[in-house]
């Protein structure tokens, strides 16, 4: 009999496999797409290596040779901050890695399957059925032949594909803005030297506070580019996807010299209102994991480790429950992942107002508030000993009136 089944075999799917089977327990990952397959999310935090390494799967992915990367580094009209990930003030490691997720994702689910779990890909998931003692999961193969399964429980792992929000009716509408990214893999040919390769790099557009980009180098001579804006600032622009994503490429001064020789390695994609939330992460029998319960944005890359912090979650709380102890799923699985999310929330609406970015641009610092800043870039979103873990917008936007010297007068140091 499966204990359980798994929707998907990106991050969370793979390291919740892991976990489970580590445990004792027989597992089904079923996968839509064949793998090896491109996403988007290319740049690790530092906390996503803690989590691979409990999960067993950190030394795969320090022999795939990703490139090393040691923080953010940020640009805005001939301004510049960076955060050193070892410079933060949570326990943990300090450095992560930039990875073409085709091969990272691949890595991972082959260590899922090396450890016991059984993966199948190509097949979709058309209908969920929880009413009963046990669910039932309508999977359909390329060949369209039909299987029903009755696990004991469901982890919905399918990311963007968002399998059981959309079958289940969970899905609400983001608080965040429609936003839209354009993105591309390039052979960058930047010359050495002329920008720290083990670094994301965010650029503000020049004239417009809530447009970015991204750079993100990998170590085989590509890296990934985007650029993100609303729906109608994306929509302005004539042309094809290639077309608008390298005419904004060149209006940031930097990035147009930066980028001069690179060569699209192929056409332009579009993701277009990205952001996600549901009703609830959790029901009789299943639990949603990163991407598929909600998406923030890919501002401060923390899609990968919020999806590899459910996983570890999911799979405890599993591991207990299977074993016939009593889980109240919302207490101790949905209330504490979303301390993280709502973090990384603040930090996203800090972004877009501005308030984060007149943080990060401020010349005098306090240390240890920049400490607390780059754990949080860094992925420690569930560090409760840092004080922005939970109160990120509230503080931001105080510490931002200080930073513009406009602050109100009972404001007192965060």
Not at 37 to 51: H, K, M, V
Not at 79 to 105: I, L
Not at 194 to 219: C, E, G, N
Not at 231 to 252: H, M, V
């Amino acid at each position: 009999m499966i204990d359980v089944v798994i929707i998907g075999a990106g991050p969370s799917g793979a390291v919740a496999a892991a976990l489970l089977v580590q445990r004792g327990f027989k597992v089904l990952v079923l996968e839509k797409q064949k793998f090896p397959r491109f996403s988007i999310g290319e740049s690790l935090l530092a906390q996503s290596l803690e989590l691979l390494d409990q999960a067993g799967m950190l030394e795969a992915v320090q022999a795939a040779g990703f490139q090393y990367k040691n923080g953010a580094a940020f640009a805005c009209n001939g301004r510049y901050a960076q955060f050193n990930f070892a410079e933060k003030s949570s326990p943990g490691p300090g450095f992560t890695y930039q990875v073409p997720r085709a091969e990272f994702d691949q890595i991972l689910i082959n260590e899922a399957i090396r450890m016991g779990a059984e993966v199948r890909f190509e097949v979709e998931i058309i209908a969920a059925d929880f009413s009963g003692t046990q669910p039932r999961v309508t999977a359909r193969a390329l060949d369209g032949s039909e299987q029903v399964y009755t696990p004991r429980f469901v982890l919905d792992a399918s990311g963007f594909g968002r399998v059981l929000p959309r079958l289940l009716d969970l899905e609400t509408p983001s608080h965040l803005p429609v936003r839209n990214a354009l993105y591309t893999q390039i052979h960058d040919r930047i010359p050495s030297g002329a920008f720290d390769r083990q670094k994301i790099r965010v650029t503000t557009h020049p004239r417009h506070r809530d447009v970015w980009y991204w750079l993100i180098p990998f170590s085989n001579g590509k890296a990934s580019i985007g650029v993100v804006g609303s729906e109608a600032f994306i929509d302005s622009y004539a042309g094809s996807n290639d077309d608008k994503l390298w005419t904004l490429q060149r209006e940031d001064p930097e990035l147009a010299v930066l980028l001069k020789d690179a060569e699209p390695v192929f056409p332009a994609g579009l993701l277009r209102g990205y952001s996600a939330n549901v009703k609830t992460m959790t029901g009789p029998g299943f639990a949603l994991l990163g991407n598929a319960a909600e998406f923030l944005d890919p501002v401060f890359s923390s899609g990968v480790t919020i999806a590899l912090k459910s996983a570890h979650m999911a799979a405890a709380l599993l591991g207990r429950q299977l074993a016939g102890e009593a889980v109240d799923w919302p207490s101790e699985f949905e209330a504490p992942l979303r301390v993280g999310v709502e973090t990384f929330r603040g930090f996203v609406d800090g972004w877009y107002d501005g308030s984060l970015q007149d943080v990060i641009y401020f010349e005098r610092q306090d240390p240890k508030i920049r400490r607390y800043i780059c754990s949080i870039l860094a992925g420690y979103a569930w560090d409760s000993a840092n004080p922005y873990v939970g109160r990120a917008k509230q503080r931001l936007h105080t510490l931002a009136q200080l930073c513009r010297g406009d602050a109100p007068a009972h404001a007192h140091a965060l």
